[in-house]
């Protein structure tokens, strides 16, 4: 059974920054894509980035380019989303994605103005 846990969540102001990690023990990181989404009060998960399996190529939601940054440490099976330049509404519980329909807890984010 594979297990995600996200950590790194946090409020901050406008303008702020917040890395968050994804860890995977046990798991066979280093073979599949990852991904990040999120969640708004009343509104549905939507995707926010992924990473291929080995780092090479990157996907982003539009309204996170330029601010969000995915990456990952195969050797520490972790992935990373670093985000800066926060805005109100990047205010979501973030959630870490894996191949075959794995989620992790999710972890909070706020973002005040």
């Known amino acids: 059974q594979v297990h995600l846990v996200e950590s790194g969540g946090g409020s901050v102001q406008a303008g702020g920054s917040l890395r968050l990690s994804c860890s995977a023990p046990?798991?066979?990181?280093?073979?599949?894509?990852m991904a990040w989404f999120r969640q708004a009060p009343g509104k549905e998960r939507e995707f926010v980035a992924a990473?291929?399996?080995?780092?090479?190529?990157?996907y982003y939601e539009d309204s996170v380019k330029g601010r969000f940054t995915i990456s990952r440490d195969n050797a520490e099976n972790t992935v990373y989303l670093q985000m800066n330049s926060l805005k109100p509404e990047d205010t979501a519980v973030y959630y870490c994605?894996?191949?075959?329909?794995?989620w992790g807890q999710g972890t909070q984010v706020t973002v005040s103005s």
């Open positions: 994605f894996a191949p075959g329909g794995v």
């Open positions: 046990g798991y066979t990181f280093n073979d599949y894509a």
């Open positions: 990473i291929s399996f080995d780092g090479s190529s990157t």
